[in-house]
């Protein structure tokens, strides 16, 4: 077994036991980067001399017994628009091609802390807008399992990382699916936490209502670790909670006996691929098996979920990228004639094209004789989109459905038409608005041999009930990855 085969966990267990080192697991992954990086394009930047350093810093405290935590030495790559001190962070845009924060955020400070060690920042879709990774000005990342095909987006560089074992695990940011979606096209585990559990502080917002921070890993117990980890209160986080129920770990138990899982009818319909929506109801039928109440149910409102969000997401998003003017930090032209002029020109040449559609629509839907017609009513959907899942959370446990229509489009599919790129987050998107939190893992692969990703969806807080219904199916599928095929 090569050492990048390990877990997160597993690597750290091996660690503490003298069996590798920090700095092993560090020159493997830096090996395997160098091997297969020109192929994927998972990395906007790698730190090598960063990490080694960071590995022998951390191997001495591993040895004196200063880090004991479940995850000590395992190398880590963060999503490109979580600032980190000292180390390059663009967003994957030209805006911000030269900008390197003075501060690490709070989830990256959190693992830091648990003795993680940094690889690079991942690319992604520009400014988290897409859902394939090909807005990125730094070119498209490739699915490791099919390089024609996409990673997903906006985490696509993180997710393709994990999968081709460019890093152990990273982190990824969600405000509509980043982090489930391309978890599903991936074939590896992705989560998304109840708003307000990961700090968000040192995220460079997109939607500020919707952004959240969580894992892309291995597996479901590398996703509870690294949750358990990264989940704290922060007080330089508004909307942050305080919460004593962050144990995940202890939900690693392979149970689902009574436990009610309802399949919402509204997202097997029109739409869905055929083997996607087989692999997923047979996932739901082993549950079922081992003891789980499965029941569909009506969840209403899905058709109304993604005009909700590009509504409500592109609004905050014009507002979020106000202060990107070439004037405190990033990118400016070159040539510009006066004040004016020279926004105008840095925003042009700085943004990328859906970047900019996202800006124009948001400032069109909160512009005088509109915010009523749009926003405001997009605020109201949102209402009832929460409403309905607490009518379901009354009957049910966990919500389980696909994670996207299909398995990874083809790159350059979903740019062609934007439409059907939104599309494509139609199961991931009700999640954000409403709040709740969800887990994206492969339940089986396509004629074509690409993942397919399920999700389970939890009622406002309730990660512990998702990671034990994730942990028993994953008990009951077995070993998965492209090395299984």
Known sequence: MSILDYTAVELAEKIKQKEVSAIDAVKAVLEQIEKTESIYN????VDKEGALKKAEEV?????????????????VAIKDNMCTEGMLTTCSSKILNNFIPTFSSEAVLNLEKAGAVIIGKTNMDEFAMGSTTETSAYGATKNPWNPEHVPGGSSGGSAAAVAANECYYALGSDTGGSIRQPAGYCGVVGMKPTYSTVSRYG???????????????????????????????????????????????????????GMKIGIPKDYFGEGLDSEVKEAVLKAADLLKENGAVVEEFDL??????????????AAEASSNLERFDGIKYGYRTEDFTDLHNMYKKTRSEGFGAEVKRRIMLGSFVLSSGYYDAYYLKALRVKALIKKAFDEAFAKYDVILGPVAPTTAPKLGESLSDPIKMYLGDIYTISVNLAGLPGISLPCGVDSKGLPIGLQL???????????????TYEQIRGKFGREDR
Do not use: H, M, W
């Not at 949750?227 to 919460?243: A, F, M, N, P, W």
């Not at 209403?300 to 997401?313: D, G």
């Not at 969806?457 to 942990?471: P, V």
């Open 203 to 257: 995220l460079i917002a997109y939607g500020s209502s919707l952004d959240q921070i969580g894992p892309l890993c291995k597996d479901v117990t590398d996703c509870a670790t690294i949750l358990e980890i990264i989940s704290t209160y922060d007080s330089k986080d508004s909307t942050s909670v305080k919460r004593d129920d962050t144990d995940f770990t202890s939900s690693l138990i392979n149970d689902v006996k």
């Open 59 to 75: 191997q001495k405290k591993i040895e004196s017994g200063e880090l004991t935590g479940p995850l000590a030495g395992v190398p």
């Open 300 to 313: 209403s409102l899905v058709e109304y979920a993604i005009p909700a969000y590009y509504t409500i997401a």
């Open 42 to 45: 998972c990395y906007v930047t």
């Open 457 to 471: 969806i939890g009622d406002c807080f309730k990660e512990k009930k998702l990671i034990q219904t994730a942990y």
